[in-house]
């Protein structure tokens, strides 16, 4: 007999004091209070090949929210971002920016969508070359920067060059090379925090906007198993040696069982059924990749009423604020 599974978060509708707007992404939903603040909830869908999932994972939210934000207190010395407060474990509030149209994907390895097209017989990936003679998983000689143009909900993102998104006007050159410069240097303090903890940090994307005074600012997630693949160190070369696949800690595992499973995104495809089973299963590999990524017990939210949890929470800090 199975256990029931916990409550999960895959929808709010919220109306906070001074709300304008409501932004719902494939995973976060994001309330714009007074053209001011952004109350940025992250919720428990799951998305993979840029579908969501029919079916939340319980805690995943909290597990995000949570890495996201300490990765942002981990590295606010080096690069800004819009981070104010998080009232609960779901939940960030931050200052309202205007998101470049660009994810700044950052690889050290050549995994998963670049090993894809090298696989494929291509060797630039985003107008950047990658070198021949090279294994799934190895190192590049230095990191490489791969842009992607940031899809809508239920789009694909598309892979863009730095000329091109300089060419269209996408992001201005000046502005572009600010990106650049703030992208290599959150890689190179991830990837000494994660060698802190016995990870490699494979590659990356972030994500940033602007805020009224003009200042560029990392937004959204950092560092989470979302938006980053994480190998562990130990026995990394010797699986390379071997040929073997790499230990990872990333979303990779669900990746890997919708493809198992017949499913990458593309049309007619169905989504295969997500038992409570396997649903439990991802939630716990989430915990695990919460706990190994940070280095603290992950602490179970309660779930009983989140949606009222988070109202209270958040209106709890508006009133404080005011």
């Keep these: 007999m199975s256990t029931q599974l916990p409550a999960t978060i895959t929808d709010t509708n919220f109306n906070f004091p001074g709300q304008k707007s409501i932004y719902k992404g494939k995973v976060r939903e994001v309330y714009n209070i007074n053209n001011e603040l952004l109350v940025m909830i992250a919720s428990d869908r799951l998305s993979a090949f840029d579908v969501v999932m029919p079916k939340g994972i319980p805690y995943k939210g909290q597990i995000l929210n949570q890495i996201a934000t300490q990765m942002m207190a981990a590295t606010q010395d080096i690069v800004p971002n819009w981070l104010i407060a998080t009232p609960d474990p779901n939940v960030a509030i931050g200052h309202l920016c205007e998101p470049f149209k660009v994810e700044m994907v950052i690889r050290g390895y050549m995994s998963g969508h670049a090993a894809r097209e090298y696989k494929a017989g291509k060797r630039t990936l985003c107008g950047v070359s990658m070198p021949e003679g090279m294994k799934e998983n190895d190192p590049f000689p230095t990191p490489i920067i791969t842009p992607a143009t ?76 979302d938006s980053s693949r994480y190998f562990y160190a130990d026995g990394y070369q010797e699986r390379q040696d071997k040929g073997e696949s790499q230990k990872q800690l990333s979303k990779e595992f669900v990746r890997q069982w919708l493809i198992a499973n017949d499913f990458q995104g593309l049309k007619g495809q169905k989504v295969p059924e997500m038992t409570d089973e396997y649903i439990t299963s991802v939630s716990d590999r989430y915990i695990e990749l919460y706990e190994n990524i940070t280095g603290k017990t992950f602490e179970k939210a309660n779930t009983s009423d989140i949606i009222s949890r988070i109202e209270t929470n958040v209106s709890a800090w508006m009133e404080k604020r005011v």
């Excluded at 190179?188 to 494979?202: D, F, P, S, Y």
């Design 150 to 225: 940031k899809a809508e909900m239920g789009d694909h993102d598309e892979d863009i060059s730095r000329e091109d998104i300089i060419s269209k006007s996408i992001v201005s050159k000046a502005d572009y090379e600010v990106l650049e410069q703030y992208t290599k240097a959150l890689f190179q303090r991830g990837t000494e925090l994660a060698a802190k903890r016995g990870l490699i940090l494979v590659d990356t994307k972030y994500e940033f906007g602007k805020t009224k005074e003009g200042k560029i600012v990392l937004i959204d997630e950092i560092h989470t198993p």
